[in-house]
C-alpha cells in the first residue's frame, strides 16, 4: 500500500477547498470521422480538498468546444455548493449538484462539470481508503482487453487503413475500429473489405459512423457489411433516434452499439427496454461521472449487455474492471503530455493501476504549464 489510510470508517470528510481549471492537450494524431475533427481536448479539472488536507482530483473533456462554458459553469454555479459537505457522501453531493442546476439539466455542458466534480470526489475517497479505484467501485477483475480506434479514421486511405489493421493485429490488440460515413456506401464497403481481407477472421473489426446517418442509409450500409463479421455497427444514427435504433438493432445482425452521445442513465434505460441498444458506450465525462457510470453499467448487466466504454481509457480501465459485464476498453492516448505513468498494456489486455485513486498519474508541473484558463 502506497499510503496510509487517513480516514477511518464513519469519520467525516469534510471539504475545505475546491478548485477548478482548464488545460488544452492537442490530440496525438489528426481524428477525423463522419460528421467531425478531434480538434484539441479541452481538459476541465477540478480538486476537492478536504480537512486532512487529502486531494481528490477529477477531470472531464471536450473535443475542441464548449470547455470554457464547463469551467464557468463550474466556477459559478457548483463549486461554491461543495464547502463544508462531506466528500465521503458522494451520492449526497452529485444528488445536490444535479438539482441545484436543475434547469440545464439533462445537459452536455452540467453532465461534463459534474463529472469532473465526480470523479475528483471518488479520487478522494480512494485515496482516503486506500484503495485503487477499480477494487473499490467493484473489483471484477483487474485486467481488460483493448481495441484500437488510432489506426481507423475516416482521413485515412484504405491501404493506410489495412497498414494499421494489420500493425494493430501484429501487435497484439484483439480488436480495431473503422470510421465509416463515406459518401457512397461502395466506398465503405470497399474499405472494410480490405481491411478484413488483409486481418483475416480472428480480429474484431468494429464500424462507427458517428450519428451521421439516417435510418434508410445505415440500414442500407449494414445489409452491405453483413458478410464482413463485424463486431459492432457504433452510432449509426443520431442519439435522439432511438426508434431508428430499435428498427436499425431489429433489421441486422450486426449489434449496434451506443451511448457516447448519451447524457443520462435513464436515457440508457430507455434504449435497453426498446432493445435499441446491443452494446453500451456509457462515457463517464459525458454522463455526469463514475456515480451514474457504475449505474449505467449495472443497468445493462440485468439487460444482459456487455458494456464498452467510449474513450477516456486512462479512467474507463479502472471502470470496466469493477463491473462484471465490461466487453472492451477503447484505446485512444490522449493524457500521455500530462501524466508521469502511462496505462499498463501488453498484448492488447489494460491491467487497471493498482495506486489508491483514479489510478491516474497525473504530472502536475506540466499540467501548471499547459494551463489556459
Ligand atoms: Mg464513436
Known amino acids: 500500500m502506497e499510503r496510509a489510510v487517513t480516514s477511518q470508517p ?47 482530483v477529477g477531470y472531464a473533456y ?17 463549486l461554491g455548493l461543495l464547502t463544508g459537505e462531506d466528500a465521503n457522501q458522494i451520492e449526497a ?7 441545484s442546476t436543475h434547469g440545464t439539466v439533462v445537459g452536455a455542458i452540467t453532465s ?22 477499480w477494487r473499490l467501485a467493484g473489483g471484477a477483475k483487474r485486467e481488460v482487453p483493448l481495441y484500437d480506434t488510432e489506426g481507423g479514421w475516416l482521413q485515412l486511405s484504405t491501404e493506410e487503413l489495412v497498414e494499421g489493421a494489420i500493425a494493430a493485429k501484429r501487435q497484439g490488440w484483439p480488436g480495431v475500429k473503422v470510421k465509416v460515413g463515406k459518401p457512397r456506401p461502395g466506398e465503405d464497403f470497399e474499405r472494410l473489405s480490405a481491411v478484413r481481407e488483409a486481418v483475416g477472421a480472428d ?23 453483413e458478410p464482413l463479421q463485424l463486431f459492432w455497427f457504433e ?5 435522439e433516434d432511438m426508434s431508428g435504433h430499435a428498427r436499425l438493432a431489429a433489421s441486422t445482425s450486426i449489434p449496434i452499439a451506443v451511448g457516447e452521445s448519451i447524457y443520462s442513465p435513464s436515457h440508457f434505460r430507455e434504449y435497453l427496454a426498446a432493445g435499441a441498444a446491443s452494446i453500451l458506450q456509457p462515457d463517464v465525462a459525458r454522463l455526469g461521472g463514475i456515480t451514474p457510470w457504475l449505474k449505467v453499467a449495472h443497468l445493462a448487466e440485468t439487460f444482459n449487455v456487455k458494456v464498452a466504454p467510449h474513450f477516456l481509457m486512462e479512467l474507463h480501465v479502472s471502470l470496466a474492471a469493477a463491473v462484471p459485464n465490461a466487453l472492451y476498453v477503447e484505446h485512444i492516448p490522449q493524457l500521455r503530455s500530462i501524466t ?26 506540466k499540467i501548471d504549464h499547459l494551463k489556459v484558463e
Open 62 to 78: 471536450t473535443i475542441g468546444t464548449g470547455g470554457r462554458a464547463v469551467l464557468a459553469h463550474l466556477r459559478h454555479d457548483l
Open 203 to 225: 480480429l474484431d473489426i468494429m464500424v462507427d459512423a458517428n450519428q451521421s446517418m439516417t435510418y434508410a442509409e445505415a440500414k442500407r450500409r449494414a445489409q452491405l457489411f
Open 340 to 365: 508521469r505513468e502511462s496505462l499498463q498494456i501488453s498484448n492488447g489486455v489494460a491491467v487497471a493501476p493498482d495506486t489508491p485513486g483514479i489510478g491516474i498519474d497525473w504530472d502536475f508541473e
Open 10 to 56: 464513519g469519520m467525516k470528510s469534510k471539504i475545505r477547498r475546491v478548485d477548478a481549471y482548464l488545460v488544452d492537450l492537442m490530440p496525438e494524431r489528426p481524428r477525423t470521422d463522419a460528421i467531425q475533427s478531434f480538434v484539441k481536448q479541452e481538459t476541465i479539472f477540478v480538486e476537492v480538498e478536504n480537512d486532512e488536507g487529502a486531494v481528490g
Open 112 to 133: 461534463l462539470a459534474l463529472a469532473a466534480i465526480d470523479t475528483a470526489l471518488w479520487d478522494l475517497r480512494c485515496k482516503s481508503l486506500g484503495q485503487p479505484l
Open 93 to 99: 453531493v452529485w444528488q445536490k449538484l444535479f438539482w
Open 235 to 239: 452510432e449509426p444514427l443520431p442519439a
